[in-house]
């Protein structure tokens, strides 16, 4: 299945979600959708979704690092980006927050288990 967002129920979609006509989606807007889909965030960003957004978000971002490139490296999406996304729409499902973070643990469990095998096994 395709990840298809909507951007506009978004305010001032046409200024804020795309860089030029024909040029894409713009960085953030690109970021946030994709984080979604990461977070089990779904179907739309309004009052009751960003918190937990914000939340999922900066958990991911203490085990993982954040997602979000830019010219400096990666940095996080702020909570006014996301508060400025109200209304986007993707079609992801929403995921319970308990099993949210088990699967997020597991995943990094798995990564430090796979780093500290290299470097045990390198010797």
């Known amino acids: 299945m395709s990840l298809n967002a909507d951007f506009s129920k978004i305010e001032n979609h046409e200024q804020l979600a795309y860089i030029e006509e024909n040029e ?5 807007t690109d970021g946030i959708v994709w984080n979604m889909m990461l977070l089990g965030i779904g179907w739309e960003l309004d009052d009751k979704t ?3 957004f914000y939340f999922r978000m900066q958990f991911q971002d203490k085990l993982f690092g954040p997602l979000m490139q830019s010219s400096n490296g990666s940095r996080p999406i ?3 980006e ?6 986007l729409r993707v079609n992801v499902a929403l995921e319970k927050r308990q099993t949210w973070v088990n699967r997020m643990v597991k995943s990094w469990f798995r990564d ?6 290299g470097q045990v096994g390198g010797e």
């Open 24 to 28: 894409g989606n713009h960085p953030i």
């Open 78 to 80: 702020t909570l006014d």
């Open 50 to 52: 960003i918190p937990e």
């Open 112 to 117: 430090q288990e796979q780093s500290i095998s």
């Open 82 to 87: 996301i508060r400025a996304h109200k209304g």
